[in-house]
């Protein structure tokens, strides 16, 4: 069953959870391929993208954001299966979490659901952690690739601090680093001293795949 993901989008948008559902449903029950999961999910992406530019404007509140971040959980673990079955970190560890001084977590979310869906062994260390919390979950965790989310402008400079910190630990060139985020972009990039950036979630977690094989 083919979607309708200019519609998808807008119910998303508009946090209107029966009607998501409804559709997922349907759409699941087709069987679908994993490509067109991929576009389901990128819409949905968009939707939530449409939800940060309500909040912005003052026509959505804190309230609608913890409601859209439940949401788009509820949805990634629908999807989770049509994605791909996964493969229990076949294609590696991937250590993310959001970066000192940023609480927001939906991007990201994203990131991991499609990158765990996508074979990844998935270590989420949370929000707003410092560079040092980096550095030790790296220690532990042991990953080939390291995520670094955060929306906020300030962010990027927190980003360059992990990056730092990932470097002065001596771990720097055992892994790579991508970056995600509205604020994020090739400037930043090259700035935090990442391998890569990106702020679709499905483009980030090919592009992690083709790192590590």
Known sequence: MMIDTVMLKQMVGELDEDRVNEMLDQFIAS???????????????????IVGSNFEKGEYFVGDLIFAG????ELMEKLKPAWGSGGGGSRGVLLLGTVAGDIHDIGK??????????GFKVIDIGIDQSP???VAAVKENKPGIVGLSGVLTLSIDSMKQT???LKQ???RDTLKITIGGNAVNAEACKYVG?????????EAVKVCGEWLG
Not at 31 to 37: K, L, M, V
Not at 70 to 73: A, G
Not at 197 to 202: I, L, Q, T
């Open 31 to 49: 069987n679908p391929a994993s490509e067109e999961t991929k576009r389901v999910i990128e819409a949905c992406q968009q939707g939530m993208e």
């Open 70 to 73: 439940e949401l788009l959980t």
């Open 109 to 118: 979310n994203i990131f991991g659901g499609m990158a765990e869906a996508a």
């Open 132 to 134: 040092a919390a980096f």
């Open 163 to 165: 990056v730092d910190a």
């Open 169 to 171: 630990a001596g771990y």
């Open 194 to 202: 990442a391998d890569g950036w990106s702020k679709n979630a499905a």
